[in-house]
């Protein structure tokens, strides 16, 4: 399972203004036990984003808290600018090199956000260049928060009161002229949890070999996309989130693609490999042969036939073995999941338009055939040599993919 804490951010007229995100270990559920920043923050990045996107609102600011080891790399720039704010941990050293690095992401429209500042020395640098400054509510008297504040509001940052527990505190912080609150006085953070979908180990080597080989190129990235279903899944969901808040929902890995772009999409992979560097599922591979199969196979007899669904109906393929990948029923995993509703209801309740391409797919997997070729010759594909080309030339596909990842 996956654990995030999400903690609302307020104005100080009492809207909503955003998120932050806070990662959470299994083993203590109700507070933060990072050992491993970057993993932490990959975490977010790749999945906690989503979920928590699920139940806010389409234009909700998320912030994400960024440690110094993630500071330096390019995974942070497959986030949205305009959706999610880069907060500073106070772990990170004001250094040139980070200060570089942080003018460089300014430059790209990211909002920067510096965390736990008490008055203390040594980020003078930080300061010239963040957005917002959260000053710590509970790190000093009030004589003390108010000579911080003043020498804030001269610089012209806006100021964020954080670890507000109370109503006085909250009233000091308005009156002082900071503009966003948080802190368990309105609400302490709130516990998201989600199965993890977590691309099996031979997948995981095929992206790292293609990452580290320099040529990517659209249609080699949908290509790999298209042979893992857990990782297709987890990208329609960011896609979806608020870290890009596309007006239409994207239920197609082609348009999420191009949407995304080449080398945002190549960062979100890096952080993929780094949140699931220790989770990977030996059973899964057997069964993404499976779905890899019928993604191609539904995706190729569709086209032929002049579909227009066909790389919707390429996702119902996909993900058409998640439930057992995972052992968890498709109702818990489209829970909060962006996608196509006919694909949805095909596979959590067996029904609706795209659910007879299915069937006929399981048909001819248990040999019916002819059960298959009526149900095909009503979706009107009647050549019955043309399905049995497609479904060995599709079979062969997805063999072929896995036999090769193994010898990586």
Known sequence: MLFFARQPIFTVRGTLYGYELLFRDQSNLAAANIQDGSQATSEIIVDGISFASAHSGARTKVFINIPDELLRSEILESL???MCILEILETVPCTRENIAVLRHLKSLGYTL?????RGQRGVEGFLDLVD???????SAP???LAGISEGLRKRGVTMLAEKVESYQEAEWAGNAGYELLQGFYFQRPELISAKRLTPDAHTKLRILYYLASGRIERKELFALLSYSPQLA?????FVNSVAFSFREKIDSIKQAIVLMGVDRLRRWLSAMLIADQSHTSDTARELSI???FRAHFLRDIA???????AEQLFALGLFSTLDAMHRTSFENLFERAFLNEAVKKALISQEGDFYPWLKAVLCLETGNIDEAARLFAALGVFDLREIVKKYRTA????STFHTFAETL
């Open 303 to 309: 086209a032929s036939s002049g579909s227009p669904y």
């Open 80 to 82: 949205s600018p305009d």
């Open 395 to 398: 079979m062969t596909l997805a």
């Open 142 to 144: 009030a004589r003390r």
């Open 132 to 138: 917002i400054v959260k000053v710590d509510f509970q």
């Open 290 to 292: 499976l779905c890899v």
């Open 113 to 117: 956000a510096l965390d736990d500042y």
């Open 233 to 237: 899944f987890r990208l329609l969901n």
